[in-house]
T-cell receptor, first 117, second 112 residues
Framework: AQSVTQLGSHVSVSEGALVLLRCNYSSSVPPYLFWYVQYPNQGLQLLLK??????LVKGINGFEAEFKKSETSFHLTKPSAHMSDAAEYFCAVSERGLTGGGNKLTFGTGTQLKVEL | DAGVIQSPRHEVTEMGQEVTLRCKPISGHDYLFWYRQTMMRGLELLIY????????DSGMPEDRFSAKMPNASFSTLKIQPSEPRDSAVYFCASRYRGREQYFGPGTRLTVT
């Protein structure tokens, strides 16, 4: 079975500082990987995803993530944090393909990002 | 497009009552997913449909929970009877084929 581990349930950074949110996955084969963001009282919004091809993936709002197969990691980064980045971030995995497990997202427990002045 | 629409946004009910949550997916999307979010268990997939047909309901916690999708533009998640441990935020999401899932704003359910 697949699983996702997000290290650090709370991360605090200063405005303008580097954002690094960690995600490690467990899967018998490289899965599809996703990062979602959830703002207060809202649903989840896709930031970026990795399915195939280039391992460095760029998403919305200046975020990017790199798939590292050898480390089974998919960490999310942003060079310079902005106050508007304060939210909860979820890493998720699914099996490859469009049938069966490929339709099911398994989410990590989330990381709450706080951005301070 | 208006996005995924869920109603109600907030529901407070007493233990033992029936609760019905509603979802309208994005037009043209052929997959619909129901999730539950709690502090203890995080985000859990309850059930998903493809072309209105339930494909996998292995995440439905027990027989008190049921979900239907009578047509491509409407789905319901029903809890009968409700219990305090059902208190959570319930999300609906839809997807077109292999593309990403789009989430609704959620329904915050409180069972007293």
């Amino acid at each position: 079975a697949q699983s996702v581990t997000q290290l650090g349930s709370h991360v605090s950074v200063s405005e303008g500082a580097l954002v690094l949110l960690r995600c490690n996955y467990s899967s018998s084969v490289p899965p599809y990987l996703f990062w979602y963001v959830q703002y207060p009282n809202q649903g989840l919004q896709l930031l970026l995803k990795y399915t195939t091809g280039a391992t460095l993936v760029k998403g919305i709002n200046g975020f990017e993530a790199e798939f590292k197969k050898s480390e089974t990691s998919f960490h999310l980064t942003k060079p310079s944090a902005h106050m508007s980045d304060a939210a909860e971030y979820f890493c998720a995995v699914s099996e490859r393909g469009l049938t069966g497990g490929g339709n099911k997202l398994t989410f990590g427990t989330g990381t709450q990002l706080k951005v301070e002045l | 497009d208006a996005g995924v629409i869920q109603s109600p946004r907030h529901e407070v009910t007493e233990m033992g009552q029936e609760v019905t949550l509603r979802c309208k997916p994005i037009s043209g999307h052929d997959y619909l997913f129901w999730y539950r979010q709690t502090m203890m268990r995080g985000l859990e997939l309850l059930i998903y449909f493809n072309n209105n047909v339930p494909i996998d309901d292995s995440g439905m916690p027990e027989d008190r929970f049921s979900a239907k999708m009578p047509n491509a533009s409407f789905s319901t998640l029903k809890i009968q009877p409700s219990e305090p441990r059902d208190s959570a935020v319930y999300f609906c999401a839809s997807r077109y084929r292999g593309r990403e899932q789009y989430f609704g704003p959620g329904t915050r359910l409180t069972v007293t």
